[in-house]
């Protein structure tokens, strides 16, 4: 048996010199090299090594395609194979396929692809992409002397597990936690083209096409019941949909939901918005747009807005519903203004963000002002709720009267509007879906911030924690789209600190908190613990999420004029009628938006970095980011941490920080730089973030190593020693407890990167100077 290896500081010849070693690949951080068994010991002896055998393992099948047993021979004949168990013949013309290369991937490499007449369509996973070839172009790939593997993309790999009727992973359509638009499906292709020439087959089938946005490669169908055909036979039709050319991904179309006085002090807010002194920063987002989209605003009218926001609404828009909807409702393209009339959300997500506690003075019972972090920014506002009249009366039960149906079906276009009003940070409370899933709309978030990288997007990680099997620990696995995204700040719910708030988990929640200590725990009474119904990760893909928690239980912001009077969310707080009490990830995620502002503020003004990145600005929050109750971070709980300001914008004696952005990085290449650490041993702390190339799946793997004056490897995300490198997350950090004064090598190493070149961010904490 043999393992691939990568392997550090040693050069070609010596490898190659080795028993049981043969080089595949050359690159200037590192080579890849085929190794035996016998040999392993031997080749990383004193030597900085990766296993990377697991990586060639290709997730387009159910226990994933093994690449060891050849699919496709170097004269393009297809042979037998365990993973294309009943696979067809192919019909004549062009298909997609799995093209693996024998290691990282190469630029040059890609460029002979295309000289053999290959179309390189997509990222998959690994060292493996996407690619359109015809009959003549098939031998032609599989012979390159870089291609290790290729075989047909399975058409079963292109349905999601709900699409498939993989029975035992469909969420409970009855529960809140998933609901679908009845019968209908995202049907994402590779390219607009092949999406506009599929359509009469779609019809065909039996599906109706409700909605096909301009541009878009992508549709949403809906399955149509006849004489003819069968609503039995839907998931014969939904396999032929699959066998369309061009198709990349089809899943149920899911109904998108929505998911501070205390707060502030909790996310450690003292020293960094303090008055500007020796102890303070006077932060306060001043000179900062931030845009929110959630139901709706207050009355909707920026000349007559609350009170908390007067003066500081750049822009309001309101969102009509979405074209999909129209078969199912009396009032297609429903638009009934951006007034906050139903729950209030989007007033009370607006003032954790923004909102500047003007009401709030001599209120009785608060401690200093309700108000956002990010208090003197300003904002763009976008409404998506609208009233549904629904055709079926059942829906009014649910999903219910208001809906966030004027979501796009293309989230770019909502995206562009609020940049194009100079907003640099966009706060969604809202998501919903299959859990874990990556989705159409985590592909177009990916997509802008990869095109727009100085525009950070933040999304709530859903509230569907449970206890489902009564052990007392909240299950995994519940985190819920666009908050899967790669290039998005994911955020959880820790406690607030109320503990005379009413309620229990059990109390309020009895069938998905069965048992102690869940059943029994107080709602807002340990601001060192998560919330329990706080989504959890990982992803389906195993990435951690959420990025970072923040307070998210009877959370003190702005209350709409407009709801019912009988309208207090989680409860009134004593007289007044501009506030009320909320709770949910949608509470906190508003008020991690507010610290992003003051993050950006801290960056452009204190260390004159005009326009940080969206990275920058991510690495910067978790790099503060402090653990709940001690436990070892990352985690699929709580992240990187709860969010701290002071922690890395004002880090106590004799800490500092220290950031770095502006590089890019080509498979193999490296950033190395030295970190002199003062002479007193003290904490070392190093954030690596990047916003990735588009995909279902990490794309381009940088990876961040650090070694200490001792010579000791630390790896990103993995314990001192390790030998192991994280290829899935695109956030990776170091944590030292006691670092040694001396010189610290630090590098950042573009291990795989086929879609690139890959921009990054650092940021660091420590007592620390760079020496270079």
């Avoid at 003190?556 to 009988?566: H, I, P, W």
């Avoid at 990103?716 to 390790?722: D, H, K, P, R, V």
Wanted: glycine share 10%.
């Amino acid at each position: 048996m043999t393992q691939t290896l990568k392997i550090y500081d040693v050069d070609r010849k010596t490898v190659a010199a080795m028993p049981g070693a043969r080089v595949l690949a050359t690159y200037p951080a590192f080579l890849v090299a085929e190794v035996d068994d016998f040999a392993i010991d031997a080749v990383s002896q004193g030597r900085l090594t990766e296993n990377i055998t697991d990586q060639y393992v290709i997730d387009a099948a159910e226990e994933g395609i093994d690449t060891n047993i050849p699919r496709i021979t170097a004269t393009g004949e297809a042979i037998a194979h365990p993973q294309y168990r009943g696979a067809s013949t192919l019909p004549p013309g062009p298909h997609h396929y799995l093209v693996q290369f024998v290691g990282p991937i190469k630029k040059a490499w890609l460029s002979a692809v295309r000289g053999a007449g290959g179309e390189i369509v997509a990222p998959w996973s690994g060292f493996t992409l996407v690619v359109r070839l015809d009959a003549k172009a098939v031998p032609r790939v599989a012979a390159l002397p870089s291609v290790r593997w290729m075989g047909h993309l399975p058409y079963a790999a292109r349905l999601s597990p709900q699409a498939a009727g993989r029975k035992e992973e469909i969420p409970d359509p009855l529960t809140p936690r998933s609901q679908y638009l009845p019968g209908a499906y995202a049907v994402q292709f590779f390219r607009r083209d092949l999406a506009e020439k599929a359509v009469p087959k779609i019809r065909r089938l039996g599906f109706e096409i409700i909605d096909f946005p301009p541009k878009l490669p992508a549709m949403i169908v809906r399955a149509k019941a006849s004489a003819k055909v069968k609503d039995d036979r839907l998931q014969v039709r939904l396999h032929d949909l699959s066998r369309i050319h061009g198709v990349r991904n089809i899943a149920p179309q899911p109904i998108r939901r929505t998911a501070n006085d205390q707060a502030a002090m909790i996310m450690g807010s003292a020293a960094s918005l303090g008055a500007t002194n020796a102890s303070g920063l006077g932060l306060s987002g001043a000179g900062e747009i931030i845009a929110v989209c959630d139901t709706g605003l207050d009355n909707g009218d920026a000349k007559t807005i609350h009170p908390d926001f007067k003066d500081r609404v750049v822009a309001i828009k309101s969102y009509p519903m979405s074209a999909y909807y129209a078969p199912y409702v009396k009032n297609p393209g429903g638009d009934d203004g951006p007034a906050d009339l139903d729950s209030g959300h989007g007033t009370h997500t607006s003032g954790s963000v923004l909102g500047d506690g003007i009401s709030s003075t001599n209120l009785p019972g608060v401690v200093g002002p309700v108000r956002g972090l990010s208090y003197k920014a300003k904002l763009v506002f976008q409404a998506v709720e609208q009233e549904m009249k629904w055709k079926d009366p059942s829906y009014y039960e649910k999903p219910g009267r208001y809906l966030l149906s004027g979501l796009p079906a293309d989230l770019k276009t909502l995206f562009a509007w609020a940049y194009q009003r100079r907003a640099r940070i966009h706060s969604n409370s809202w998501g919903g879906g299959d859990p874990g899933a990556y989705d159409d709309q985590c592909q177009q978030l990916d997509q802008f911030v990869w095109e727009h990288p100085d525009f950070c997007i933040l999304f709530a990680a859903g509230n569907d924690g449970t206890d489902r099997n009564g052990d007392g620990v909240v299950d995994a696995g519940s985190v819920t789209s666009p908050g899967t995204a790669k290039n998005c700040i994911t955020v959880g719910a820790s406690e607030n600190n109320r503990p005379g708030s009413p309620g229990t988990y059990g109390r309020y929640w009895p069938d998905d908190y069965p048992s102690p200590p869940l059943h029994d725990d107080p709602l807002a009474d340990n601001p060192h613990q998560m919330v329990a119904f706080s989504s959890r990760g990982p992803t389906g893909d195993k990435r951690i999420k959420p990025d970072v928690v923040a307070p998210g239980t009877y959370i003190l912001s702005t209350r709409s004029r407009v709801v019912a009077s009988s309208q207090w969310g989680y409860g009134r707080f004593g007289s007044t009628t501009l506030y009320m009490l909320d709770s949910g990830t949608s509470m906190a995620t508003p008020l991690t938006a507010g610290a992003v502002g003051v993050i950006r503020e801290y960056l452009r003004n204190k260390v004159n970095i005009s326009n940080p990145s969206a990275a920058l600005l991510k690495a910067t929050l978790i790099a503060g980011a402090a653990s709940l109750n001690g436990a070892q971070r990352p985690n699929n709980d709580e992240g990187y941490g709860r969010v701290n300001l002071d922690a890395v914008l004002v880090p106590r004696a004799p800490l500092g920080n220290l950031f770095h952005e502006g590089a890019s990085l080509a498979t193999g290449q490296q950033l190395e730089r030295t970190l002199t650490l003062g002479p007193a041993s003290g904490p070392l702390r190093v954030v690596l973030a990047y916003s990735d190339y588009p995909g279902p799946r990490l794309v381009n793997n940088l990876n961040l190593i650090v070694t200490g004056p001792d010579g000791v490897n630390h790896l990103g995300n993995s314990t001192a020693g390790a030998t192991q490198f994280d290829a899935t997350n695109n956030v990776e950090v170091i944590d030292i407890d006691m670092a040694p004064a001396g010189d610290w090598r630090m590098r950042v190493v573009a291990s795989n990167v086929p879609n690139g070149p890959q921009p990054f961010a650092l940021a660091v904490i420590g007592s620390a100077v760079w020496a270079n």
